[in-house]
């Protein structure tokens, strides 16, 4: 059976980049649907350039590999029994930019030494026996590095020493400062596959070592530990109230916010910031508009995979906002960063590094926090267009 699979999956990815479909005729089919279905919301630059991937694809993993996993899901508070929390070694130390972490417990997550955000929300994974598991980061209840890498300013101004990720909602007000750090954008080689393509997949932890071997990735690598992560994470049951899914090609990204949203009439809302990304600074906020279409919106984030998945789920009640801001040298710098901030954080973990970070508790004043580059927010279009 696992060869069969493995002949299956290998033979249409083979036919895809021998029909010259992967990065071109493929993805216009997905393109034309976005705009059939999304009339008024012009494509991201983050997902045409999914739907556009590298022309090289001759090598799966390496460039997939150089992605940094962001995961911004799974804020429940701790359950007892949780099989995940028996995790180790690279599995264990998969990396994260973990916003969205409020459990205590469960499966631990470390950052990759790489990124500029390294977060663990949860307190440090144990056994039944209650012994620390190998492969959390230091001896704190957090592992967590929200140092950005060290640049020069010119002009000589006082340097930030750190990057903002949870901030209050009185931040997202014209005139604030807020120090940032965004790093060059990545994504995996293959881009979005074509939907038929990556329904044939199958996207469940069982099926790993088959997927693993179709696409060329080393048993106990990075990126195989990174996939066994994202697997995990999708198949995780939500917490009370809670919507949650993994999407493998823009039509079911597009489909499914639309059916947890309820309605066909969404929009997307994402950042607008540079691919290569901005050295840490201060920026200013210059202008701030309420998106429109909560309390409870869809976020979804991009998840490490040779191929583009993305994991989505509600945001509980939240209120959204796009930021304009700018930096050091004014509009030269200029970003505009989608925000979310989390109204109720009573079901929260107690020691999710954000209350530690704003000095807040579960049900005190809202968590904030950027979407970054190629993350989006699906919101119901309460606008009303006209002819």
Same mark, same amino acid.
């Given at each position: 059976?696992? #060869?069969?699979?493995?002949?299956?999956?290998?033979?249409?990815?083979?036919?895809?980049?021998?029909?010259?479909?992967?990065?071109?005729?493929?993805?216009?089919?997905?393109?034309?649907?976005?705009?059939?279905?999304?009339?008024?919301?012009?494509?991201?630059?983050?997902?045409?350039?999914?739907?556009?991937?590298?022309?090289?694809?001759?090598?799966?993993?390496?460039?997939?590999?150089?992605?940094?996993?962001?995961?911004?899901?799974?804020?429940?508070?701790?359950?007892?029994?949780?099989?995940?929390?028996? #995790?180790?070694?690279?599995?264990? #130390?998969?990396?994260?930019?973990?916003?969205?972490?409020?459990?205590?417990?469960?499966?631990?997550?470390?950052?990759?030494?790489?990124?500029?955000?390294?977060?663990?929300?949860?307190?440090?994974?144990?056994?039944?026996?209650?012994?620390?598991?190998?492969?959390?980061?230091?001896?704190?209840?957090?592992?967590?590095?929200?140092?950005?890498?060290?640049?020069?300013?010119?002009?000589?101004?006082?340097?930030?020493?750190?990057?903002?990720?949870?901030?209050?909602?009185?931040?997202?007000?014209?005139?604030?400062?807020?120090?940032?750090?965004?790093?060059?954008?990545?994504?995996?080689?293959?881009?979005?596959?074509?939907?038929?393509?990556?329904?044939?997949?199958?996207?469940?932890?069982?099926?790993?070592?088959?997927?693993?071997?179709?696409?060329?990735?080393?048993?106990?690598?990075?990126?195989?530990?990174?996939?066994?992560?994202?697997?995990?994470?999708?198949?995780?049951?939500?917490?009370?109230?809670?919507?949650?899914?993994?999407?493998?090609?823009?039509?079911?990204?597009?489909? #499914?916010?639309?059916?947890?949203?309820?309605?066909?009439?969404?929009?997307?809302?994402?950042?607008?910031?540079?691919?290569?990304?901005?050295?840490?600074?201060?920026?200013?906020?210059?202008?701030?508009?309420?998106?429109?279409?909560?309390?409870?919106?869809?976020?979804?984030?991009?998840?490490?995979?040779?191929?583009?998945?993305?994991?989505?789920?509600?945001?509980?009640?939240?209120?959204?906002?796009?930021?304009?801001?700018?930096?050091?040298?004014?509009?030269?710098?200029?970003?505009?960063?989608?925000?979310?901030?989390?109204?109720?954080?009573?079901?929260?973990?107690?020691?999710?590094?954000?209350?530690?970070?704003?000095?807040?508790?579960?049900?005190?004043?809202?968590?904030?926090?950027?979407?970054?580059?190629?993350?989006?927010?699906?919101?119901?279009?309460?606008?009303?267009?006209?002819?």
């Amino acid at each position: 059976m696992a #060869r069969f699979l493995i002949a299956l999956l290998a033979a249409a990815l083979v036919a895809v980049q021998a029909g010259g479909q992967l990065g071109h005729a493929a993805p216009a089919t997905a393109e034309v649907f976005w705009r059939t279905v999304l009339p008024h919301s012009p494509l991201p630059d983050a997902i045409l350039r999914l739907l556009r991937p590298a022309a090289d694809t001759s090598s799966f993993v390496s460039k997939a590999e150089e992605r940094p996993p962001f995961d911004y899901q799974d804020y429940r508070r701790s359950s007892s029994g949780d099989g995940s929390s028996k #995790r180790t070694g690279a599995a264990a #130390r998969a990396g994260d930019f973990d916003y969205d972490d409020y459990r205590g417990g469960g499966e631990r997550r470390v950052a990759a030494a790489d990124t500029p955000f390294g977060y663990d929300y949860k307190a440090p994974s144990t056994n039944q026996a209650g012994e620390r598991l190998a492969g959390a980061a230091a001896d704190t209840p957090f592992g967590y590095d929200y140092k950005a890498p060290s640049t020069a300013m010119g002009g000589g101004q006082a340097e930030p020493t750190k990057t903002k990720v949870f901030f209050h909602e009185e931040s997202v007000r014209v005139g604030e400062r807020l120090p940032f750090h965004f790093p060059p954008a990545s994504a995996p080689a293959l881009g979005f596959l074509p939907r038929r393509v990556a329904d044939s997949v199958p996207f469940m932890a069982p099926a790993l070592p088959g997927v693993l071997a179709a696409f060329g990735v080393a048993p106990g690598s990075t990126m195989a530990s990174s996939m066994e992560a994202t697997l995990r994470a999708c198949e995780t049951p939500t917490m009370a109230g809670e919507s949650k899914f993994c999407a493998t090609s823009l039509e079911a990204l597009v489909e #499914r916010a639309m059916g947890v949203l309820g309605t066909r009439d969404v929009r997307p809302v994402t950042s607008t910031l540079p691919r290569d990304g901005a050295p840490l600074q201060t920026y200013t906020v210059r202008a701030v508009q309420r998106v429109e279409g909560g309390p409870v919106f869809v976020a979804c984030h991009p998840e490490p995979f040779p191929y583009t998945v993305y994991r989505c789920h509600t945001t509980g009640p939240s209120r959204a906002y796009m930021v304009e801001m700018e930096g050091a040298r004014g509009a030269v710098d200029g970003v505009t960063i989608a925000t979310v901030c989390h109204t109720d954080t009573s079901m929260w973990n107690p020691e999710h590094i954000s209350f530690r970070l704003l000095g807040t508790k579960p049900g005190g004043t809202p968590v904030c926090h950027l979407m970054p580059y190629g993350h989006i927010i699906w919101a119901k279009n309460v606008k009303r267009w006209t002819a």
